[in-house]
């Protein structure tokens, strides 16, 4: 029974983190001096930064299609229509800074059993990039001490997990509950918030995470280029 209880809840620790927002830092910024005194000056002119890149805010059916369908899962992988409950459980408990205006999500799930292995995509969108670098600061600052905490009566341990940089700034948690692991990505893009995780009771691979999250993140980038 412990087992198979075990998988069901950590699709509701998948669903109820990727409620999380996050976002990224903003990129520091530094002017030239002014030279001084008449002569001419001699140093190269600077170079100017690229602009960074701008995203249009997407109503909540383009959002929907910005999501990775099922052909991009890894083989064995089929849509899970199951009713999924909302939850706002956040990593401790923390207070998020912001609440995201549009959320869409689709989950998919290989095997059954103890062999259950499932995948959620997630984008988050707020109501501008500022309020999402905000809100992924505060997850990423409260991931720092994070490390124990209680969901649906089970104990859960958290730990940051190393994952290549996506967006403008990204990080990998690895989310253990009795018997079974959780592995999730996040990434900041524009005023998103991109989440991909896995979870399952035998087998979790952060591969599949970091692979899905690149994808995840070119796909948004691509539907919501300014």
């Known amino acids: 029974m412990p087992r198979k209880l075990t998988v069901t809840s950590t699709a509701a620790v998948l669903t109820g983190l990727l409620a999380l927002s996050a976002c990224g830092t903003d990129a520091p910024q530094t002017q030239p001096s002014a030279a001084t005194g008449t002569a001419p000056s001699t140093a190269p002119a600077p170079v100017p930064s690229p602009a960074a890149p701008t995203y249009k805010i997407l109503d909540k059916a383009n959002l929907t299609k910005a999501l990775l369908p099922l052909k991009a899962m890894p083989s064995g992988y089929s849509e899970d229509e199951?009713?999924?409950s909302e939850t706002d459980k956040t990593f401790c408990n923390y207070r998020q800074p912001h609440t995201a205006k549009i959320k869409?999500?689709?989950?998919y799930?290989?095997?059954?059993?103890?062999?259950?292995?499932?995948?959620?995509?997630?984008?988050?969108?707020?109501?501008s990039p500022a309020q999402a670098r905000a809100s992924f600061d505060?997850?990423?600052k409260t991931l720092e001490t994070c490390r124990k905490d209680r969901l649906g009566?089970?104990?859960?341990?958290?730990?940051?997990?190393?994952?290549?940089?996506?967006g403008e700034r990204s990080l990998g948690v690895r989310i253990d509950v009795q018997g079974a692991t959780a592995l999730q990505g996040f990434a900041l893009v524009?005023?998103?918030?991109?989440?991909?995780?896995?979870?399952?009771?035998m087998s979790t691979d952060a591969d599949v995470v970091a692979d899905l999250l690149g994808k995840q993140v070119d796909r948004y980038s691509a539907a919501a280029a300014g």
Do not use: C, H, W
């Open 82 to 84: 199951s009713d999924s």
């Open 104 to 107: 869409v999500s689709k989950s």
């Open 109 to 127: 799930q290989k095997g059954g059993g103890l062999s259950a292995q499932l995948i959620s995509v997630t984008l988050r969108q707020y109501a």
């Open 138 to 140: 505060k997850m990423a």
């Open 153 to 166: 009566g089970q104990k859960v341990t958290y730990a940051l997990m190393n994952l290549p940089e996506f």
């Open 190 to 201: 524009g005023p998103t918030l991109v989440s991909t995780g896995t979870a399952g009771v």
